[in-house]
């Protein structure tokens, strides 16, 4: 098996339904290495149910998930996380009672990251301080020591990538990462990732902000009532019927 | 001429545990006092009571135990409502042990404390997935079931016990074990959940997703916490065992679960110093209400509705911030 010609993630035949709702329907698509694929779909089309099927929170009821080449359906979230793969969730979830730079030292405390640098930990707030400095944290303003549930939804999302940075995936899984910001807030991401792009990462976004994303998605992926409807380039994709009609529904 | 009360935080210099509080010696002493006033409460003042009430801060420093491990599971989102499952298969444990082999309080309480630790752990390790209330009711029922079984196979002496175990040398060595025993679980817990290890911990709790989509296996932390929590019920367990000469069904009674949470809620959870600082209220609050005989326990329950609707933050809560504030009053136009 050569997982390095192949893709970097899998997925085919993905369905999972929620009690009568087929939440995703035989869902099958690639991503491979240093791409950026984007997810876009009405509310309620099985966005974040994907990303969970993907990153292990939801077990799939049939279809396989590979990563690598390596048949990772059904695996417990902190396994595939080991892997390589990390997310963010699209209501934040930090940890409100701690400063925001102490959030980051969950991931940090990750046998992953501890793996990857050598099986010791360093010196952990250096390194936390350093990522929210990246993610826009300014450092002057101190507000990385802020606590968690004192910031405002900004910066909880620049956190939440942080998190998710923190743990060097090779893919990183951003679901709705733009929604709830600013059209200038969002302008101060974008470089951001732009920037994981360079680095060689693999990135998956969910996104409503259509505008944004295609600016820097190399392909994007459209999703209808749980099943996939329409691939390719971000606009292209618009112009194909079946997606005109699930955003603006049909005219009979 | 109106007059208002002002309260200011006190500098983070004097309240940061770093290196920049060991400037001063009245910044150094403004930290180590609260952490001074347990030690020698404990182990000097104490020692200094009447014999009674050397007994009484016995039992008090059991249910103070007991409600910081309590603390503990709870840091870790586990509601436990049975500290009895870990005293009583402590106290089995060391009785047993006591009273079939021979072995002495020097071996039966580390052996309770690891394997009643493992025992607990191990029973309650199929639950461990489930939440909040749904957890909480399985460890109810536990010591309940473990009662009704000795009862009904008459193994473990059956509803007679074991009695005439071996007891402590003096009342003042087993007086200083416990005393000794809650002193280092208080700081030792205090110390972990600050660290980076504890972090994690307090993390499970806010957001067990988020700890796992950050790459960390919570069962297994879960499963760490839980057994550092039942261990340290186990050696309340075997400690009254001996202190008592009696392993018994009393050892899985509702007290030794309702207590320890009372305890924590009126001294402010999350703090493990909250609990200790709870139980060695509600403990010695319960013997000096004998005096009223039938009353008492409306006294009691009447005094834990004041303190929960008065302060709900408990205790420690309070009088730690307090302490961190300065007050004083500032005339305003």
New interface residues.
């Given amino acids: 098996m050569n997982t390095e010609q192949g893709p970097l993630l899998k997925a085919s035949n993905l369905t999972k339904s929620f009690g009568g709702v087929m939440a995703a329907f035989d869902i099958s698509f690639e991503v491979r290495k240093g791409e950026l694929l984007g997810i876009i779909g009405p509310n309620g089309s099985g966005k974040t149910t994907l990303v969970n099927l993907i990153?292990g929170?939801v077990k799939p009821d049939s279809g396989r998930v590979e990563y690598r080449g390596k048949n990772i359906t059904g695996w417990?979230?902190?396994r595939i996380?080991?892997l390589g793969v990390?997310?963010t969730?699209q209501m934040v979830?930090?940890?409100?009672?701690?400063p925001a730079f102490?959030n980051l030292?969950?991931?940090l405390?990750?046998?992953?990251?501890k793996k990857l640098a050598g099986g010791k930990?360093g010196h952990?707030d250096a390194v936390a301080l350093d990522l929210l400095e990246e993610v826009g944290f300014e450092r002057d303003a101190r507000v990385a020591y802020k606590s968690a549930g004192s910031l405002p939804q900004g910066y909880l999302k620049r956190l939440e990538l942080a998190?998710g940075m923190?743990?060097r995936p090779d893919l990183i899984i951003l679901d709705e990462l733009f929604s709830g910001l600013s059209l200038a807030e969002v302008a101060s991401i974008v470089p951001i990732i732009e920037k994981l792009v360079l680095q060689g990462k693999t990135i998956i976004m969910i996104e409503h902000r259509l505008k944004e994303l295609f600016r820097i998605a190399d392909r994007v992926m459209v999703l209808n009532f749980g099943e996939k409807i329409a691939e390719g380039a971000g606009g292209e994709v618009m112009e194909s019927d079946a997606v005109k009609q699930a955003y603006l529904g049909s005219e009979t | 001429m109106k007059r208002r009360k002002e309260r200011i935080d006190r500098g983070i210099k004097a309240r940061s545990e770093d290196i920049f509080a060991l400037t001063s010696w009245r910044e150094m002493l403004y930290l180590l006092a609260p952490r001074a006033l347990p030690v020698v409460g404990l182990l000097v003042v104490i020692p200094l009571t009447s014999a009674y009430w050397q007994e009484v801060f016995i039992s008090t420093a059991v249910y103070a135990l007991l409600a910081v491990s309590w603390d503990l599971l709870i840091s870790a989102g586990l509601v436990s409502l049975g500290q009895a499952l870990f005293y009583g298969v402590g106290s089995y444990i060391a009785g047993s042990l006591n009273h079939y082999w021979g072995l002495g309080p020097l071996l039966t309480l580390p052996i309770a404390t690891i394997a009643g630790g493992a025992i607990c752990t191990l029973m309650l390790l199929p639950v461990l997935r489930l939440r909040g209330i749904y957890f909480a009711m399985v460890t109810l029922v536990l010591p309940l079931m473990l009662l009704r079984l000795v009862e009904a196979t008459r193994i473990l002496g059956g509803t007679e016990g074991l009695t005439g175990l071996t007891p402590f040398p003096s009342p003042t060595f087993s007086l200083y074990v416990i005393q000794v025993a809650l002193l280092a679980a208080l700081f030792g817990f205090r110390r972990m959940m600050g660290s980076d290890y504890g972090l994690v911990i307090k993390g499970i709790n806010d957001s067990d997703r988020a700890v796992m989509s950050a790459g960390i296996n919570i069962y297994w932390r879960k499963t760490q916490v839980l057994f550092l929590g039942s261990s340290v019920g186990a050696f309340a367990g075997a400690f009254g065992t001996h202190f008592d000469m009696f392993a018994g069904m009393p050892g899985f009674a509702l007290d030794y679960s309702i207590m320890p949470v009372a305890a924590a809620v009126v001294g402010g959870m999350g703090t493990f110093a909250g609990p200790l600082v709870g139980a060695f209220i509600l403990v010695p609050l319960s013997e000096v209400l004998r005096a009223l005989g039938a009353l008492r326990i409306v006294f009691y329950g009447l005094f834990l509705v004041v303190f929960v609707v008065g302060l709900p933050e408990g205790i420690f809560h309070y009088v730690q911030r307090k302490y961190h504030q300065f007050e004083r009053w500032v005339v305003v136009e």
């Avoid at chain 1, 979830?93 to 701690?98: A, D, T, V």
């Fill in positions: 990153t929170f417990a979230p902190y996380v080991s990390a997310r969730f979830r930090p940890f409100y009672q701690l102490k030292i969950v991931p405390s990750s046998p992953r990251v930990y952990r998190k923190a743990l």
